[in-house]
C-alpha cells in the first residue's frame, strides 16, 4: 500500500512491459515531429532573421511583424487555424504534417532573435574585411559571418529544441498519436493512469538529457573564433 494505493509488483511490471511497445511507437511520432519542427524552425527562423536586417524596410517591416504575430500568439491558436480553417480554402494538411509546420512557425520567431544575437556578435572587422575583398553582401553572410555566429547560438537553439520536444503533446488535440496522448488512451481503456504516464514522463526525462548533452558536446567542439580573411 503506497499512499492509499494497493501496488501489486509483478502484475505492475508485467502491464508495463506490456504496453512498452505502444510507447515506443508513440515516442517515434514524438520524435519525428521534433526533429521535423526545429528544422522548419531553424530554416524559418534564419530566414526571418535576414529578413528583419534588410535594410529596406518594405522587407524588414512585415518581417518584424510576422516573428511578433508569431511569437505573441499562443501554439494552440496557430494548430487550430492550421488544421481547421485552412481546409476551407482548399489547403488540407495530414494532422501530423499540421502538427509539424505549427511548431517550426511557432519557434521560427524565437530562433530569429537567436540568429540575431549570433550575428550582431560577428565583429564588424570581419564585415570590413569581406568589404575589402569584394565579396558581395550575400556571399558575406554565407561564408563568414553565418559560420561565425552558429557556434555562438548552439546553447540557445538547443534550448528551443527541448521546448519544442515538450510542446509536441499538444498535438494531440488534432489527434496526432504522439507519446502522451498513447499514454492517455492507455489509462483510458484500462483505467490505469500512473504508470502510462510514469513512463512517459521517465522516456521524456532520458530524451532531455540525452538532448542536452548532445548540445554540450556540439558546443564544445565547434570553433568559437573568428575565420581568418585571406
Known amino acids: 500500500m503506497l499512499f492509499g494505493l494497493e501496488w501489486n509488483t509483478d502484475s505492475n511490471w508485467l502491464f508495463a512491459a506490456s504496453i512498452l511497445p505502444i510507447l515506443l511507437r508513440g515516442l517515434w511520432v514524438t520524435l519525428q515531429a521534433t526533429v521535423i519542427g526545429f528544422g522548419l524552425a531553424a530554416l524559418f527562423g534564419l530566414l526571418l532573421a535576414g529578413l528583419k536586417s534588410a535594410p529596406w524596410r518594405l522587407v524588414s517591416w512585415p518581417a518584424r511583424l510576422i516573428s511578433e504575430f508569431l511569437r505573441d500568439t499562443p501554439l494552440l491558436i496557430q494548430l487550430f487555424f492550421l488544421y481547421y480553417v485552412l481546409p476551407d480554402y482548399g489547403i488540407v494538411l495530414p494532422a501530423f504534417m499540421t502538427g509539424a509546420l505549427a511548431l517550426g512557425l511557432q519557434y521560427s520567431a524565437y530562433t530569429s532573435e537567436v540568429y540575431r544575437a549570433g550575428i550582431e556578435a560577428v565583429p564588424r572587422g ?69 504508470i502510462p504516464l ?12 540525452v538532448a542536452a548533452a548532445g548540445i554540450r558536446v556540439l558546443d564544445q567542439r565547434l570553433p568559437q573564433q573568428g575565420i581568418p580573411l585571406r
Open 198 to 209: 510514469s513512463m512517459v514522463g521517465g522516456l521524456y526525462l532520458l530524451m532531455t538529457l
Open 126 to 194: 570581419q564585415h570590413k574585411a569581406a568589404k575589402a575583398l569584394d565579396f558581395s553582401r550575400l556571399h558575406t553572410f554565407r561564408v563568414v559571418v553565418l559560420p561565425q555566429a552558429i557556434p555562438r547560438i548552439i546553447p540557445a537553439l538547443g534550448n528551443y529544441l527541448v521546448s519544442i520536444m515538450k510542446d509536441v503533446p499538444l498535438l494531440s488535440v488534432v489527434s496526432v498519436l504522439e507519446m502522451l496522448n498513447v499514454a492517455k488512451i492507455i489509462g483510458d481503456r484500462t483505467f490505469n493512469y500512473l
